[in-house]
């Protein structure tokens, strides 16, 4: 219990949750930096969505 308490309240949370069996781990990101530069973490994630158009013609059979 003192694990958990010293977290911050959303892991807190989460941790709560997952003794009870409610929430699965799908990751567990972790970030170093050296001293006093920058770091940044990306939550969630960058997909490319696939779309299609098609223009039709003026004349011709299509596809």
Same mark, same amino acid.
């Given at each position: 219990?003192?694990? !958990? *308490?010293?977290?911050?309240?959303?892991? @807190? %949370? !989460?941790? *709560? +949750?997952? %003794?009870?069996?409610? =929430?699965?781990?799908?990751?567990?990101?972790?970030? $170093? +930096?050296?001293?006093?530069?920058?770091?940044? *973490? !990306?939550?969630?994630? $960058?997909? /490319? =969505?696939?779309?299609?158009?098609? %223009? /039709? =013609? +003026?004349?011709?059979?299509? @596809?």
């Amino acid at each position: 219990m003192r694990d !958990l *308490i010293v977290k911050s309240g959303v892991q @807190w %949370t !989460l941790n *709560i +949750a997952k %003794t009870d069996g409610d =929430v699965n781990t799908l990751a567990s990101p972790r970030i $170093r +930096a050296r001293n006093r530069e920058k770091a940044k *973490i !990306l939550i969630g994630s $960058r997909v /490319p =969505v696939i779309t299609n158009s098609v %223009t /039709p =013609v +003026a004349s011709g059979t299509p @596809w």
